[in-house]
């Protein structure tokens, strides 16, 4: 698990004492080991974003390896099915005052 700042980069250790620090970003590994027989895990990489703030928020999708874009599941601001489809990493995604992201990976072709 990385966490990462607006800017789509991880969060440093002097981020967390900033008072203004109202949206950030939870970076889940899939490709985590599950257990501890040496091989790459097989599960999503997810992206959870939360936005405290007030107001919009420019949230840089991070870069991470494996993967080319992000596909939006759930914005709490928009309805059940957005038909948003997906961002590349490094897209900016508006996220609006006091909501929810939830966002997955999708692979790099082979």
Do not use: K
Not at 10 to 22: G, I, P, V
Not at 74 to 88: H, S
């Amino acid at each position: 698990m990385t966490w990462i700042n607006a800017s789509g980069t991880e969060m440093q250790a002097t981020e967390w004492d900033e008072m203004n620090m109202q949206c950030f970003g939870m970076l889940m590994d899939g490709r985590a080991q599950p257990t501890g027989i040496r091989r790459r895990g097989e599960d999503a990489t997810l992206l959870m974003v939360l936005n405290a703030h007030h107001d919009l928020v420019e949230f840089t999708l991070p870069e991470t390896v494996g993967g080319w874009h992000w596909r939006l599941l759930i914005d709490t601001n928009l309805p059940e099915d957005p038909g948003i489809g997906a961002f590349a990493t490094g897209d900016v995604y508006g996220v609006t005052g006091r909501s929810l992201l939830l966002l997955a990976l999708e692979a790099a072709a082979n």
